[in-house]
DNA sequence: AAAAGTATCAACCGCTCTTGA
DNA sequence: CTCAAGAGCGGTTGATACTTT
């Protein structure tokens, strides 16, 4: 039969809101609440239907939104919710304190997405590239036109891009270790003797630091932990030297670390793996 | 420097769910 | 119980900024 629609919209704004709009929504909302989305556009005088005033402060102007570049946990909490949630953006987003549905979805879908699925080799190595290129051990991405559009509305994001806080603890993977940045739900333990003999063999770090590869079965690494989720990563096990992987080749290990070095803090990073202990004592 | 390609994200659309008469 | 209105949700689009060629 079809409904009718939410609102009149002819004569009504639409696209991008100014900033008069957002501040004659704001000021409404903070004496008036919004009762009744529908009838609020007129009563705040804006020339908006209900549902995109309701859009607009829902995913933006709320005071309680928070901004920016995503945290890596966050990104990780996301992955982990959306696993068992699938798409539900708004219980996700209900879970991760001042996030929207709406930014939880773009993320997943322009970032999040991509990084989990099985990628056409080429792009991944486009991508790799490009990343390269501007190689930093930070992880926020460089966001671009939102910083520029967000000049006048982010008066909300202290900047603070660490203090993420979960509404809700149930979450396993949110262990609160400092490590906790690779403690990756990728994570498939999966692991055989050889590739642990590759692991504990002193030619194979030779390949490795040299940057010398082509002995090296790259598919183990990240059979063994993971790794290979991104392209780039900076792993902060152990604190005083993190070591920044690029798993299009691995073209770069921490040079300041030697090889004895390089290989200890593997067979650390990989004896966290239980099943890897296993093994390890059974060397 | 310019064109083409790509990434990002705010906003919209249409559907479902909820609520109340 | 039924139905209509309002709210909410997820998918999609389009404008814009950025990057590459």
């Avoid at 051990?137 to 910083?147: D, I, L």
């Avoid at 055989?192 to 940057?211: H, I, P, Q």
């Avoid at 932990?225 to 392209?231: F, H, L, S």
């Avoid at 070095?261 to 004896?271: G, H, P, R, S, T």
């Amino acid at each position: 039969m079809g409904r009718a629609p939410c609102c009149e919209k002819v004569g009504l704004n639409r696209g991008p809101w100014t900033n008069e709009e957002d501040q004659l929504l704001i000021n409404y909302i903070n004496e008036n609440g919004h009762g009744n989305w529908r009838a609020l556009p007129k009563k705040a005088g804006l020339l908006r239907c209900g549902k995109s005033c309701r859009l607009r402060w829902t995913n933006y102007l709320r005071p309680d939104i928070k901004r920016g570049n995503f945290t890596k946990e966050e990104e990780d909490a996301i992955i982990q919710l959306h696993q068992e949630l699938g798409n539900k953006w708004s219980t996700i987003a209900s879970r991760l304190a001042g996030r929207t549905d709406n930014e939880i979805k773009n993320v997943w879908h322009t970032h999040l997405k991509k990084r989990l699925d099985n990628q056409p080799e080429e792009t991944k190595r486009q991508r790799t590239r490009k990343r390269s290129k501007k190689i930093d051990t930070s992880e926020q991405p460089v966001k671009n036109n939102s910083a520029i559009k967000d000049n006048n509305n982010d008066k909300n994001n202290d900047g603070d891009q660490e203090d993420i806080i979960m509404k809700e603890t149930n979450s396993p993977s949110q262990s609160s270790e400092t490590t906790s940045t690779v403690t990756s739900s990728s994570c498939t333990s999966s692991i055989n003797d050889d590739t642990l003999e590759k692991f504990l063999d002193d030619d194979f770090w030779a390949d490795v630091l040299s940057g010398n590869l082509s002995n090296m079965d790259a598919n183990h690494l990240p059979q063994v932990n993971g790794i290979g989720i991104e392209e780039h990563k900076t792993y902060p096990l152990l604190p005083t030297s993190p070591v920044l992987l690029d798993l299009d080749g691995f073209e770069y290990f921490d040079p300041n670390k030697s090889q004895d070095d390089e290989m200890d803090f593997w067979c650390n990073y990989l004896a966290r793996d239980g099943e890897l202990q296993e093994l390890l004592s059974n060397v």
